[in-house]
């Protein structure tokens, strides 16, 4: 009788045990797990404890503060996570809803105003500045150069796999991807959302996810990593840049016009001609 109690202990104890392995985030890698006792696997971000759902993406804003909070931790200062014009690292304050708050300040107490995207759209001020409003982003252009082949990608098959890839793995309905232009080895994906319902994913996360996947510093698990397949022909993305518009214009003075303006400005002319410059930035 002993014996067989102690197969059944060690049964019990090795299915305990793998229950434990599973509860992780497929889709955060910036997340401490427990299992409580009823067996329901809860995850926290790091840095927040703010508990986030792993059937889908998390927010953009979220994720930097996760991503800052654990490079100070480790004291590692090399890729720098949620660059800001090229002067450093910032950690957002977010939402409980997990947004980024329209008003931006440093620890220096320099303030500035972002879109849904996170990205500055106004002069830096101090912190008498306000921001009536999240202005939100409503377009986004995802430019990708893919490693030069013999022949290119048939233009159908490429669009179906991008779709099904941002469908798949971002959640993203395919409503939302309003264009897909090729010009080997050139592709411009342009993502429209000026609304969404409650179960739809923002394309800001979209977009973020997406960049962390080809630059290799991918947000989900280690266990699903970036592929894609156009018509069993494997597509290798060597290059990507994205470029934000948002429903209202920034609010810089052309005195200061710099990159981030810059940028501005060529996509709202791309907004004007859909892919007629899509040589021009890569």
Known sequence: MQPLLGVLLGLMLAVTSSAQNNCTCVTNKWTVCAQDASGNCTCTLVGSNHKVSCSTLTSKCLLMKAEVSSLKEKHLWGHPYGLLDNEGIYSPDCEDSGAFKARQCSQSDTCWCVNTAGVRRTEKGDKSLTCEEL??????????????????????????ALKELFESRYKLHPKYITAVEYSSPLIQICLNQHEKAASDVDIADVAYYFEKDVTDDSVFDSNSPLTVSVDGDALHIEKIRIYYVDEKPPEFHMSHLGVSVGVVVTVVILVMGFGITLLAFL
Do not use: C, M
């Open 135 to 160: 202005v939100r982003t409503s377009w986004i252009y995802i430019k990708l150069r893919h490693k030069r082949r013999s022949s290119a990608f048939d233009v159908a098959d490429l669009t179906a």
